[in-house]
């Protein structure tokens, strides 16, 4: 079976690369793209050993027709690779969190790896082939690194304790505005089409001074710099524009889960004239939940 797939993988790369047509077309969109070096149907042994070192994993997925954000944690060797196609994952899901009980058999998922002490991240993209209460595995369909760019050094461990049961939102209250206006860190969970064997889903991080994401009313409106030009996030926002964020507050405690649809301004002049920012997308905040935590990871100093 693997070496079936493998063989049917590189003729579609042969013919169409690794990205699917919503990344293509943002690519255009933005004045060209890469090549897709970098980008294999497998990890390579450093990002093996890379993930294997992690004391915390953040994971996208989609159920119910929307993408989702969360975060996993625990002892470094939480998670695993068996092989170079496969992600082992041991850490209960929460029956409460919605975000979680997304990672089901068959969906597709996808993994950011982040040494925040060290800026280094790793990313693998595939499908959850089997799920539980205490974890998942993912058959990798894509894994590659990114560059260490707007990422804030930080120092991560795990605390015991349990998490609270989400408090569902409508929409932006106060402490919420208040969490993404002093935010310089969220990650985003988008999902390409349906049935686009390159496509599924993905997750990436998202960096920058305290409060670059602006709120206006219920939109977020979120700027967008230079990087590796995959455009992995926007090219799903192209092909499906729904979007999962997640906020996490790395001094207090506790996960903001928002879920809404996305707009991509491409041109025009830029709101903030700061270096790096070339365009701007836009989500307008249509539900989520908060998630408190007795003890949680939260930042080390």
């Known amino acids: 079976m693997r070496e079936s797939r493998s063989g049917w993988i590189g003729i579609q790369r042969s013919m169409l690369g690794p990205f699917h047509p919503g990344e293509i077309e943002a690519q255009a969109c933005a004045g060209g793209g890469p090549g897709g070096a970098g980008i294999r149907d497998f990890l390579v042994e450093q990002q093996r050993a890379f993930f294997r070192a992690l004391p915390c994993l953040f994971v996208g997925s989609t159920a119910r027709g ?5 975060l996993l944690a625990g002892p470094p060797g939480f998670v695993d690779t068996p092989d170079e196609r496969t992600l082992s994952v041991r850490a209960p899901l929460d029956p409460a969190d919605p975000a979680q009980q997304a990672i089901e058999p068959g969906s597709a998922a996808a993994a950011l790896g982040i040494d925040l002490a060290t800026r280094r991240r790793n ?16 058959d990798v369909r894509q894994g590659f690194g990114n560059c260490p760019q707007y990422i804030h050094p930080r120092l991560f461990r795990p605390l015991p304790g349990g998490w609270q049961a989400p408090e569902e939102l409508g929409g932006l209250d106060g402490e919420a505005r208040e969490a993404i206006g002093s935010a310089d860190t969220f990650f985003v ?21 305290p409060g670059f994401v602006r709120v206006e009313g219920d939109t977020l409106v979120v700027p967008d710099f230079r990087g590796n030009r995959y455009f992995n996030t926007l090219g799903n926002l192209v092909s499906n524009p729904r979007a999962a964020l997640l906020f996490v507050d790395f001094e207090r405690g506790g996960l903001l889960h928002l879920q809404g649809s996305t ?11 700061v ?3 070339e365009r701007v997308w836009r989500v307008r905040v249509e539900g989520g939940f908060r998630k408190r935590a007795a003890a949680q990871p939260r930042k080390s100093r």
């Open 263 to 273: 707009e991509i301004v491409w041109e025009g002049p830029m709101e903030d004239e």
């Open 123 to 138: 990313r693998a993209n595939g499908f959850v082939s089997a799920a539980g209460p205490g974890g998942f595995t993912l």
């Open 275 to 277: 270096e790096g920012v």
């Open 66 to 70: 929307w993408p989702w954000a969360t």
């Open 189 to 209: 969970a988008s999902v390409a089409r349906t049935g686009d064997p390159r496509g599924g889903a993905d997750i990436s991080h998202r960096g920058g001074w």
